[in-house]
């Protein structure tokens, strides 16, 4: 059901089953052209992750694209059910119908804004330095509410998300301003039925709203995640393996595509580092960077949580830290904490490919990283990774109340 309310332009449907509610998807009524109110193709990928997790099939009454119907059932679901081994299972789907027509206004072309390294990365790769088809070039800044803000699963909890990113709307619409790329948004709870975490329904939850903008937007990259193939395909024995959705994009966007609409990877081919290395001396960048992941922050960066420091010891390495004193507080950042996270990527580089990326950085920097640590925080931080150091944490969180 489609409504128009307070500015804004809503598309909305009853969710019943292995969870209950109204699922929504919203944004500024000035884009109602964009909104594809045909089928339920936001839907059939918004909830796909739901339905496999409880293993209960995906009924939708309304129509769906008949290609990305095709390409879910027989490859998107397989990809998913191998690689979420045992978490995910195959489904069923029904739908009211199957769609064929194309949209022949659809003529954006997006990229998510966010503020990150990735997002900045894509918009350099594919805006400001892209040099391929004039038609592929990005012409638009999406930025949506679907979980990288938290998960809301409680109505005050919802609230306080939603006045999140309208406060990160005001500040990363200014840096679109800036750069001459209009700004669309777009506000849902799909978050809200999900039984995972971000990081495993990232990549779904991203374009089940990108599909519902599917009347106009004709292409959409999405910024990859900045870990190298090779340590993908060939990890170190030692590596914990996580469910992280993003590490299969290369292999599930081909297949999240309608008649109208397609998605490629931003990115794909180039590590953090060396997407790091590409924007950090932009001064936009500088100005806007916002890489935290610390659920309470609004609009800045903390400067302590892991996010935080494992950029601030990138931008350290590059030699231009001091640049970035305008969205970090560099203080925070002491020779204490510089410490302990070298410390951090010395004992488990072998384990993280992110901190073995920051490593090869520093080596090839020159940038000598054991002598700014010791072998006290060394043996402190493996410590903190025991179950004792947890035990006693809980124990001592206990004696205080």
Avoid at 99 to 105: A, I, K, V
Avoid at 267 to 291: F, M, W
Avoid at 308 to 331: H, N, W, Y
């Amino acid at each position: 059901m489609l409504e128009e309310s307070n500015g804004k332009a809503t598309l909305s449907a009853t969710i019943s089953g292995a969870v209950s509610g109204t699922c929504f998807f919203s944004t500024e009524a000035a884009n109602l052209d964009w909104i594809d109110t045909a089928g339920s193709n936001c839907f059939l990928i918004g909830l796909l992750y739901v339905a496999m997790y409880s293993g209960c099939d995906l009924i939708l009454e309304g129509p769906v694209s008949e290609k990305l119907l095709y390409r879910t059932k027989h490859f998107l679901i397989p990809i998913l059910t191998d690689f979420f081994e045992g978490k995910l299972h195959p489904v069923r789907i029904h739908t009211g119908g199957v769609q064929t027509e194309t949209y022949p206004d659809a003529d954006r072309v997006g990229t998510g804004f966010s503020g990150g390294i990735d997002s900045f990365h894509t918009i350099r790769e594919f805006y400001l330095d892209y040099d391929g088809p004039k038609e592929d070039r990005v012409n638009t800044l999406l930025f949506f509410n679907v979980g990288s803000h938290g998960m809301g699963h409680d109505r005050d909890h919802l609230a306080w998300l939603e006045n999140k990113f309208e406060e990160r709307r005001k500040v990363l619409s200014r840096y679109a301003e800036e750069i001459g790329l209009p700004f669309v948004t777009v506000n849902s709870n799909i978050h809200a039925f999900m039984q995972s975490g971000h990081l495993q329904t990232s990549t779904l939850a991203s374009l089940s709203a990108a599909l519902f903008l599917g009347k106009k937007l004709r292409l959409y990259y999405l910024a990859s995640l900045g870990i190298p193939y090779h340590g993908m395909f060939y990890p170190d024995s030692k590596l914990d393996r996580d469910y992280d959705i993003e590490k299969i994009e290369d292999f599930i966007l081909p297949h999240i595509c309608t008649e109208s609409f397609s998605v490629l990877s931003g990115g794909s081919a180039a590590t953090r580092v060396q997407k790091t290395e590409a924007i950090c001396h932009d001064p936009l960048v500088q100005k806007y960077l916002n890489v935290c992941g610390n659920q309470d922050t609004v609009a800045t960066n903390c400067s302590y949580c892991y996010k935080c420091l494992r950029t601030l010891m990138a931008l350290e390495i590059l030699g231009v830290l001091p640049q970035f004193s305008g969205v970090f507080d560099l203080k925070r950042f002491s020779s204490r904490e510089r410490s302990r996270y070298i410390a951090t990527l010395l004992n488990n580089r072998r384990k993280d490919l992110f901190l073995q990326d920051l490593y090869d950085l520093a080596k090839r920097m020159n940038y000598d990283l054991k002598s700014r640590t010791s072998i006290r925080d060394r043996l402190y931080m493996r410590f903190t990774e025991t179950r004792l150091y947890a035990f006693l944490r809980i124990l001592f969180r206990r004696d205080r109340h």
